[in-house]
C-alpha cells in the first residue's frame, strides 16, 4: 500500500507522553514551560476525532536522534483510513498521525553525522508527524534539494516513493508502453504522471472524475476516463484492444481483477492499497465485506498460463530497508533538481483546519497534495505608496 492508499515506513516519532499533554489552558506555571502543539486523534471515527492538542515541554534527541521544527505535513490515505481504525500500522489512539513532514534541524543527539541545526530536512515515519515539533532517528530523515519549498518536501516522499518503485521496481516501465493509473489526479497518481513522462512515448490512461480531466490532459494523460459516468474497462478497451502493460491499482476489491484482466501478455499489475474500503466519515461495514469478498485471488499456475505478473507493494513494511529507501530518494532528489518532477499541492490547511482538510480529501476534491501546516504564514502588510 501507499501512503495515499494505506501507506507509512518506518518506526513513529516520540509522541509527548499525556502528563506532558493539555487540551489548550493551563496555569501560569504551565505558560513559563516551553509549549508545542499537536495534531491529536483521539478515537477512531470520523472528522472530529482529531483535534489540535497542546504539549508542553521542549523534545530532546537521544543518541541517532534528531528533533526538527515541522513547517510542513503531508495528508495521506492511510491517515484517513487510521482515523477509522483501517490503518493497521497505526499506534493505538490517543496517537498523532502523520506519514511525513519536512523542517528545519533544531538539536542533533549524540553520534548523528550528515545532520547539523538548521538543515532543512524531509521526514518519513509510521506516524507521529502531526506536529510543530518531532523527534526522530536521522536516518528516517533526508536533506531537501536546493529550492525546495517546505509544502513541496512534505509531498514528496510517501507519494513518489510510492510510484517511483510500482513504475520501475515492479512495472519495469519501458518506452513505447501503456499504463492504467487509478486515482490519477490525487498524489501518487500526479506523482505517477509525471515520472512516466521521463520515460519515452508513455500512453497514459487515467481514472479521475470528469472535473479534472483538464488538469490531466495538460499533465499528460492521454485519455482521461470519468469512471463515475464510464465503465473504464469499456474505455481502455476501445482505444487499446489488447489492453495495457501496466496497471497501478490503490482500489483493491472488484477493481483489482479488472486490471488484471486488461493486462497484454507480459503486462504487471502492481495492487498498492485499498481506498473502496473509504466510503464516508467513519467505518463501513458494508464496503469492507463487499471490498474482501470481491478481493481477487489467483494461483501460480493460473499466471503461468496466462504470462501476467501480481505485485503487491507496502511501503509501511520496508521500515529496515533503509538503503533501499535511501537511494529511492536520492533518485527522486536528481530528478528533482533537474525539473523533471515537481511535487503539484492542491492545498494547505492550518491545524485547526485539519477536519476540512481531511474532507477536501476523503470526498476526492483534490488535484495533487493536501497539506498540513501549524500556521499559514502571516502576510506582509502592504506598503502605502506615496
Request: proline fraction near 7%; hydrophobic fraction near 40%; include cysteine.
Amino acid at each position: 500500500m501507499s501512503g495515499e492508499e494505506a501507506t507509512a515506513p518506518p518506526a513513529p516519532a516520540e509522541q509527548a507522553p499525556p502528563q506532558e499533554q493539555q487540551a489548550a489552558g493551563g496555569g501560569d506555571a504551565a505558560a513559563a514551560e516551553p509549549q508545542y502543539r499537536a495534531l491529536v486523534l483521539s478515537g477512531f471515527g470520523g472528522y472530529e476525532k482529531v483535534k489540535v492538542q497542546v504539549r508542553r515541554g521542549s523534545p530532546c534527541p537521544r543518541p541517532g536522534e534528531i528533533t526538527v521544527r515541522v513547517r510542513a505535513c503531508g495528508l495521506n490515505f492511510a491517515d484517513l483510513l487510521a482515523r477509522q481504525g483501517l490503518y493497521e500500522r497505526l499506534p493505538p489512539p490517543p496517537v498523532s498521525p502523520g506519514l511525513e513532514c519536512a523542517g528545519t534541524v533544531q538539536a542533533v543527539g549524540e553520534g548523528v553525522t550528515g545532520r547539523q541545526v538548521g538543515d532543512k530536512v524531509m521526514v518519513l515515519a509510521r506516524a507521529g508527524l502531526w506536529q510543530e515539533i518531532v523527534t526522530v532517528p536521522a536516518n528516517q530523515t533526508y536533506l531537501m534539494p536546493d529550492g525546495m519549498s517546505f509544502e513541496e518536501a512534505a509531498a514528496l516522499l510517501v507519494n513518489y516513493i510510492t510510484a517511483y518503485m510500482i513504475l520501475f521496481d515492479f512495472g519495469n516501465l519501458r518506452p513505447n508502453q501503456s499504463i492504467l493509473i487509478h486515482m490519477a489526479a490525487g498524489g501518487v497518481g500526479t506523482a505517477a504522471i509525471q515520472l512516466c513522462k521521463t520515460v519515452e512515448n508513455i500512453t497514459i490512461f487515467g481514472t479521475a472524475s470528469a472535473s479534472k480531466h483538464d488538469a490531466l490532459r495538460e499533465s499528460g494523460v492521454a485519455h482521461p476516463i470519468d469512471y463515475r459516468t464510464m465503465d473504464y474497462v469499456e474505455e481502455v478497451r476501445k482505444i487499446s484492444p489488447k489492453g495495457v502493460d501496466v496497471v497501478l491499482d490503490p482500489l483493491g476489491g472488484s477493481d483489482t481483477s479488472k486490471g488484471f484482466n486488461l493486462l497484454k501478455p507480459m503486462g504487471k499489475l502492481i495492487t498498492y492499497g485499498v481506498a473502496n474500503l473509504l466510503t464516508g466519515q467513519k467505518k463501513n461495514l458494508m464496503a469492507m465485506a463487499k471490498t474482501w469478498w470481491n478481493q481477487f485471488s489467483i494461483n501460480a499456475l493460473h499466471l503461468l498460463h496466462l504470462n501476467k505478473a501480481v505485485c503487491g507493494y507496502h511501503l509501511g513494511y520496508m521500515d529496515e530497508e533503509v538503503e533501499l529507501i535511501s537511494g529511492v530518494v536520492d533518485k527522486l532528489v536528481g530528478l528533482y533538481s533537474q525539473g523533471k518532477i515537481k511535487p503539484k499541492i492542491d492545498s494547505v490547511w492550518p491545524f485547526e483546519q485539519v477536519a476540512d482538510a481531511m474532507r477536501q480529501m476523503q470526498e476526492k476534491k483534490n488535484i495533487g497534495k493536501v497539506i498540513l501546516v501549524p500556521e499559514l504564514p502571516k502576510e506582509e502588510p502592504k506598503k502605502e505608496e506615496n
